[in-house]
Nanobody, 124 residues
Framework: QVQLVESGGGLVQAGGSLRLSCAAS????????MGWFRQVSGKEREFVAGITRSGGSTYYADSVKGRFTISRDNAKNTVTLQMNSLKPEDTAVYYC?????????????????WGQGTQVTVSS
């Protein structure tokens, strides 16, 4: 079992930055690929960014490419999402997810564990 706890959400003006963190329990964190997803009420949860278990490869949705950066620290069991140049359309609940395979996926149903989510609101 893996427990994930996100933090760092909040309210920010357009053009600003936020840094989301996800703390994972368990001794096998370095075995899991990690992903960040987001969801707006009434819409499907969508992929934002993914990172392999080693951190050697990352992948981003086109909508955030060049603005968001995913990284991980396997010694601290954490994964972060640095979000810059935020836009109002980035407003959503952001979720951290872990996948038992070491390679990330853009498909939400391929992730095994989820955090409770953290709200990000970008005002115009």
């Amino acid at each position: 079992q893996v427990q994930l706890v996100e933090s760092g959400g909040g309210l920010v003006q357009a053009g600003g930055s936020l840094r989301l963190s996800c703390a994972a329990s368990g001794r096998t964190f370095s075995s899991y690929a990690m992903g960040w997803f987001r969801q707006v009420s009434g819409k499907e949860r969508e992929f934002v960014a993914g990172i392999t278990r080693s951190g050697g490869s990352t992948y981003y949705a086109d909508s955030v490419k060049g603005r968001f950066t995913i990284s991980r620290d396997n010694a601290k069991n954490t994964v972060t999402l640095q979000m810059n140049s935020l836009k109002p359309e980035d407003t959503a609940v952001y979720y951290c997810a872990a996948r038992s395979l070491g390679v990330y996926s853009t498909r939400r149903y391929e992730y095994n564990w989820w955090g409770q989510g953290t709200q990000v609101t970008v005002s115009s």
